[in-house]
């Protein structure tokens, strides 16, 4: 649904449920009966929270654990890391060109994976992504407990943000998103973290597309530190709706592979909203 749809729907609605459809000040002032916003998956930062103040409108969201949000992005993550270390966009030219047996791909078996964030999407990732034989480490803001025991206990290695950035990426050839954005994680694949890593290291983002340095992250990719990168969450969205995206190095480049923010929308994840493919954006009413 486009955001001009959603704004005729939300002008009889008392509850919304988005799903990939920013809530702003003008649509909400167009709702006089809107009571209260149930963002579906992880964050609220698409809805206007100074304007829902404003206008008495609660904000909530939905919790990913246990509603298939989690594990459908925890799925997706893994389909993007999958497809740098495989060449994606270099099998099909290889197709096109009738060629067989190329490119050499890379393997998640034996590659060493940093996982930055450990909440509900990131444990859910480490469940799929042990049975590959991958070596993980994760990077959290929060200190770990001195006892690792249970699911942490599968790290090779942990650390906290800022302090263990270098640290931990210098020894990964991935590195997956799956931490909230705020103040303090805005920007962290940046100059400071993509110098400490190896040549080539494959980065996937499936949170938010401000985990990213735009410039860094350009440049990373110009010069061979960045070997692959697959994105779902964008600066701004969607991707080409910004005059920036044009001729930026990163959404033409042969090693990007991209999703339209569509991680945590899966059949499974859609049955549990309650909407038919949640593709309606709002429910509510009398």
Known sequence: MRRTQAAEYLTETDVVVPIAVPITRPMMSAAPRLKLVIQFG?????????????LGVCVANIPSSGTGNALSVAEHAVFLTLAT??????LQDSLREQRTGVPEGLTLYGSSVLIIGYGNIARELVDRLLPFGARLSCLR???WPRTRD???GVFEDVGTFPDDVERLAAKADIIILTCTLNPSSEGIVGTRLLRACKRGVHI????????LDRVAVAEGLRDGTIGG???DAYWNE???SSPGHKNDGIGDHPLVYMTPHVAGVTAVSCAFGGAAGLEDAVLGGQ
Not at 49 to 54: G, L
Not at 204 to 211: C, F, K
Request: aromatic share 2%.
């Open 42 to 54: 992880v964050g609220v930062d698409a809805i206007d929270i100074p304007a829902a103040t404003d």
């Open 85 to 90: 270390l495989r060449h994606h966009n270099a």
């Open 141 to 143: 803001r929060t200190p």
């Open 150 to 152: 249970g699911q942490m």
């Open 204 to 211: 996937v983002n499936i949170a938010r597309g401000g985990l």
């Open 229 to 231: 990168m697959g994105l």
């Open 238 to 240: 969607p991707y080409g």
